[in-house]
């Protein structure tokens, strides 16, 4: 066959394929079967005794319960000799029998000689797990054990670090053994006395002693609550004194007198609180008396005649005085007079009400350098000049020389830019630790020198751009907001919040209208970005809606109508989604136990219709919207959407199904954890209770919570933590010329109420 023939066989097998393929269709019947009726079940044997079981166990008769215990066992035991599968009834049985026995103790330990059972269920062998699980002495141990193994594994770490790196320059490894060894002395010396984790054993022990005071173990508990307590009280003066001296060293003398008498009260007499609150009560008495005098009217300066200053002082009362020509002829006649000082700060506030901002600044600073003690005016040109708020020019300088220095330090040092590490030393001793770290960092700065030009931005910068705004609130056509704006323009624009560039780069009164219109477009495509990742329906659309009144003729408008209209269309009640992944994972959620989804949508024929990615949600009432691959049979499509309409005892049914499946899941996969969402709930508990037809329709009410499948989240591989105790770490520096590779012991993970022992 020639080439050309057998090129024109291949088409037309390509085509007869294409054309043999079969292309998906929309579902012929209801894709939500009728209501499934399920005949009145004729209770048996198990049923009569398990009924019989649990009236026994309300009751609070141990007799008849045990006597139904035995039947029901009795049973299994009959139907395992012919071969049937048992009941499943004799595990939960034995566990509503265990719950009526008097305490928590004897029920910890029923359910831990019912979990040696080999015929309970998963779900339920892992609620009796966790059930176990917490009994207070056994979360004490379990935080006692956390304990040990980080006290192990800072022990441990310490010393691996610095060997292992060492291991192609042992010349090196006594230096930083050493090191590492005066750094976690000194971590051990700062350590609190009572651990976080030995701090929620004490709570645990304490727990454990309310609940069961008669309890043998009591007697063995009693001295190291004691003991913890005594240490617990350490932590809370060392904890309370080191915000006193924090306190003290900012000069706050209200907040470190509080923080003392704590310390006092948690420790009473403690040397160290009663130093501190000393210090603390006389400089609040001092400045006390310094605000006191502050109030008083003194004599008149020896030498001043009163005469002189009376024309100011009209000025400075009446509103249209002359308070520049009087400051100023009074200058001219006596210019290293007693009021003379006066007199320049009178100007100088006469300069800034006339806009001349620089004259004022200026003339302040000049006053403020004067001696305090011999000039009358000094302190309260001192306090004008240097409030951030009121002199927001030299903040925003001062920041900005701050941010410049910073970088130009992280260049040299690295990390050690903001100084040495804070260890709660004396600075000379922290200086002194850290200086041979800082020399290794000096090495290494022709590699920070290429980073530059990629460094986030340092804490010192979001101070600088806080200094700017201040500016521009207080002179917004001041005689700098040009280059202030200009900074806080491009600020914004590297972190890429081009709405606060925009609003910045309106204010200016000679803006560039295509620089504007630039600004207008990023800014418009980040408002609907930002909408389009909000979860809430109600301030989603409100989102949109501001769209095109804040950026018109932008492009980002007409995506933003598009988007607001099938938002408005697709509005509802509620929006609570059962993806096809879920649906085919929990088979008793889709089938006629639940939902009663057709079996055809799940079959994977896409010619009697397919349920798409997407899958059922409920919109509210007894509405459900059931969405299936669209006739080109292309899942990444939209979807074709069908709303049918169920009875109320089916949504029950329905509602029921996905609780108790996405609770069952989370007891068998932590991945899969239980999320609450309040108004799914609200929902759920309403249709159970049959006032899903009352609709709720308020905004605050509507969740859109997804059931999503374990595929669908994590896909085909899930990442797993490592069940190891340590970890392997690869190692290097260029400045320390040092690489290897060495274990580390990972830290057990703090509990979620970890946040209350802090």
């Known amino acids: 066959m020639s080439s050309a023939g057998a090129g024109l066989a291949l088409l037309a097998t390509l085509l007869g394929a294409a054309a043999c393929r079969t292309p998906a269709a929309t579902p012929l019947g209801r894709p939500i079967e009728m209501e499934t009726r399920f005949a009145a079940r004729v209770p048996d044997a198990a049923d009569l005794a398990a009924a019989e079981l649990a009236a026994a166990a309300l009751a609070g008769s141990p007799d008849q319960t045990a006597l139904a215990l035995r039947r029901l066992e009795a049973i299994d035991t009959v139907l395992a000799a012919s071969e049937e599968p048992a009941t499943g009834l004799v595990p939960v049985s034995h566990d509503l029998a265990n719950a009526t026995l008097e305490g928590s103790r004897a029920y910890r330990a029923a359910t831990l000689a019912l979990l040696e059972r080999d015929d309970l269920d998963p779900a339920t062998q892992e609620r009796l797990a966790q059930a176990t699980r917490d009994d207070p002495l056994e979360l004490a141990n379990q935080r006692i054990r956390d304990a040990l193994v980080i006290d192990f594994g800072r022990a441990f770490n310490a010393l691996a670090g610095p060997i292992g790196s060492s291991a192609f320059t042992l010349q090196a490894a006594p230096y930083r053994v050493s090191r590492a060894l005066l750094e976690y002395a000194i971590a051990l010396r700062q350590q609190d006395a009572l651990p976080l984790q030995r701090r929620q054993a004490l709570a645990h022990w304490k727990e454990f002693t309310r609940r069961h005071p008669d309890a043998e173990e009591v007697a063995e508990l009693q001295p190291k609550v004691e003991d913890a307590e005594a240490r617990l009280r350490e932590t809370r003066r060392d904890q309370a004194l080191r915000v006193a001296d924090d306190a003290l060293g900012k ?160 260049v040299l040092v690295g990390p050690f830019y903001a100084g040495p590490r804070d260890r709660w030393l004396p600075q000379p001793l922290e200086w002194a630790i850290d200086a041979p770290s800082i020399a290794e960092s000096l090495m290494s700065s022709p590699a920070r020198m290429l980073q530059l030009p990629f460094l986030p931005a340092l804490p010192s910068r979001p101070v600088v751009a806080a200094s700017a705004r201040d500016y521009l609130a207080r002179y917004p056509s001041g005689e700098h907001a040009g280059e202030v704006r200009d900074w806080l323009v491009d600020y914004e624009s590297d972190r890429e919040n081009w709405i606060g560039a925009l609003a910045v780069a309106q204010t200016a009164p000679d803006a560039e209208l295509s620089e504007i219109d630039r600004l207008r477009r990023l800014a418009g495509a980040q408002a609907l970005d930002a909408a389009s990742r909000e979860r809430n329906l109600a301030l989603r659309i409100g989102m949109l809606r501001l769209i095109p009144e804040r950026f018109s003729g932008t492009p980002a408008v007409e995506i933003a109508d598009q988007r607001l209209r099938a938002e408005l269309e697709r509005a509802s009640a509620q929006s609570i989604r059962l993806s096809r992944g879920f649906l085919v994972e929990n088979p008793r959620v889709a089938g006629p136990h639940g939902l009663g989804l057709s079996p055809a949508l799940l079959d994977g024929d896409a010619s009697n219709g397919e349920l798409h990615p997407e899958g059922v ?142």
């Open 617 to 758: 949600s409920l919109r509210g009432g007894r509405l459900l919207e059931v969405c299936t691959i669209a006739p080109g049979g292309d899942q990444e499509d939209a979807p074709h959407r069908a709303q049918e309409l169920i009875s109320p005892a089916q949504l029950a049914r329905l509602v029921s199904e996905v609780e108790e499946a996405d609770l069952r899941n989370s007891l068998l996969d932590s991945d899969d954890d239980f999320v609450p969402d309040a108004q799914r709930d609200v929902f759920f508990e309403r249709a159970r209770l049959g006032l899903a037809d009352d609709v709720d329709i308020r905004a605050t009410a509507t969740s859109e919570y997804a059931y999503l499948g374990m595929r669908e989240r994590y896909g085909l591989v899930r990442a797993r933590e490592s069940i190891l105790p340590f970890e392997l770490v690869l190692k290097g520096s260029l400045s320390g010329v040092s690489l290897g590779a060495f274990p580390r012991i990972k830290e057990p993970r703090q509990t979620p109420d970890a946040f209350l022992y802090k």
């Open 251 to 410: 000069q706050d003398v209200r907040a470190a007198l509080v923080y003392a008498d704590r310390a006092l009260r948690m420790v009473p007499e403690d040397p160290g609180a009663l130093e501190r609150r000393d210090e603390a009560a006389a400089r609040l008495l001092a400045l006390r008396a310094d605000q006191r005098r502050s109030l008083e009217a003194g004599d008149a300066p020896a030498g001043a005649d009163p005469g002189l200053a009376r024309p100011l002082a009209l000025a400075l009362l009446l509103p249209s005085g002359q308070i520049e020509a009087e400051a100023g002829a009074l200058i001219e006649r006596d210019p290293e007079g007693p009021l003379a000082d006066e007199a320049r700060y009178a100007l100088a506030i006469a300069h800034g009400e006339a806009g001349r901002e620089t004259q004022m600044w200026d003339g302040l600073e000049e006053l403020a350098d004067e001696d305090l003690g011999q000039v009358n005016m000094a302190r309260h040109a001192a306090a004008l000049s240097l409030d951030p708020r009121r002199n927001p020019w030299a903040a925003f300088r001062a920041a900005r020389w701050q941010d410049r220095r910073n970088r130009a330090l992280w």
